[in-house]
C-alpha cells in the first residue's frame, strides 16, 4: 500500500506503509557479512564470506539510505557482521550523517573496535552504540564468542562513555546452561557503567544442528526473577525497536527485553533489513524479499526503478514472523550474520 502524501509535500516521495497499515520508518542495514566474533548463535564456526564483488559497495549503502530516508525513513542502524571491521565504513557513517531528514543513526557493534573508532563515530553523526555483551567471564566469554576477548571489549564500553555517548546499550542473549545465571550480573554491571541493556530472546535461525530450544530461555522467566531484586517500574519508552523496557527504580538505567517468542511484537513492526548483498528482507523471520543489488547497478544514475520495488515491496510484508521453538529445524536457514544483527 502507497500512502499518499498532502498537496503541500507534493514534491516528497510517498512514504511507506505496508498491506496492514504499518508506517515502516526504520532500516536495518547491514553492511558486511564477515565478523571478528564467531557467536554461537550467530554464526557458524566456519564460515564462507562473500566475494566482494557481491556485497554493497560503501557508495551503493549510501545512496539507498538516502532513498529510503526519501520515502520517510527516520531511523537507520548499520549493523554487520561487524560492521567496524568493514574497510573505510567511517566513510559511509559520515555520508549518512549529513542527511537532514533522518533522526537516527544507530549502530550495532560487537564492541571490539570502538577503542580505536568511537571518537570519530561519534564526530559521524552516530546518536546511540548496542554492543553485544553475553558473559561478564572472561573464559565463557570465549567460549560464546569462540574468538573473542572479552577485555577489548570493556574498553572500548568506556572509550564509548569518555567521548560522550549518552546513550548505550548492551544487548544479551541468554542461554540455558551456557550464560542463563549471568543476568544479575549482567545488570548490575549496566546499573555501574550507568548504561541500558536489553535482553534479547534467541531467535530460531542458521544452524540445522542447533536445537534451539534446548538453550532457550524465556525473557518471561528472566523479567520475574529480576522483579525479585531490583525495584522495576514498568515504561513507556520506545527507541523505535522492538524492545519493552523497565526502570530499575534511583537508578539511570532501563532494562529492555526483545521477545519474539514469548511476547510477539510483530502487530507494531516499523522496519525492513537490508543485507549486505542489497536484499530487503521485510521480516526477519521470513523469506520474502526484493533483491535491490541488480536494481542499483543496471541503473547507477536513476534511483526510480529502486524506488519503485521498494514500494512494491510493502504488498509483501508479512504479518508476523510465526517463530516456534516445536520445530524440528530452524525457522529460517539463514545464519543472523546473513541478514544483520
Known sequence: MIKKVPNSAQNLQPKL???????????????TDRCDFRCVYCMAEEMTFLPRDEVLSLEECARLVKIFVGLGVN????????????????WLFEEIGKLKNLNELVLTTNGSQLEKQAQDLK???VKRINISVDSLDAARFKKITRTGELDKVLRGIQAAKLVGFENIKLNTVLMRGMNDDEALSLVNFAIAQSIDISFIEEMPLGDVNHIRESTFCSNEDTLKMLKSEYPLIASTETTGGPARYWRV?????????????SHNFCESCNRVRITCKGELYLCLGQEDKIDLMPLLRK????????????????????????????RAAPAVIRFMSHTGG
Open 299 to 326: 541503473h547507477p544514475d536513476d534511483d526510480q526503478s529502486i524506488i519503485d520495488a521498494i514500494l512494491a515491496s510493502m504488498a509483501i510484508k508479512p504479518k508476523g514472523h510465526d517463530f516456534d521453538l516445536r
Open 123 to 125: 564526530n559521524a553523526g
Open 249 to 261: 527504580a534511583n537508578t539511570d538505567t532501563k532494562i529492555g527485553f526483545i521477545s519474539p517468542h
Open 17 to 31: 506503509t505496508d498491506q496492514f497499515g504499518r508506517a515502516i520508518d526504520y532500516i536495518r542495514l547491514s553492511i
Open 75 to 90: 531511523k537507520v542502524r548499520i549493523t554487520g557482521g561487524e560492521p567496524l571491521v568493514r574497510k573505510n565504513a567511517l
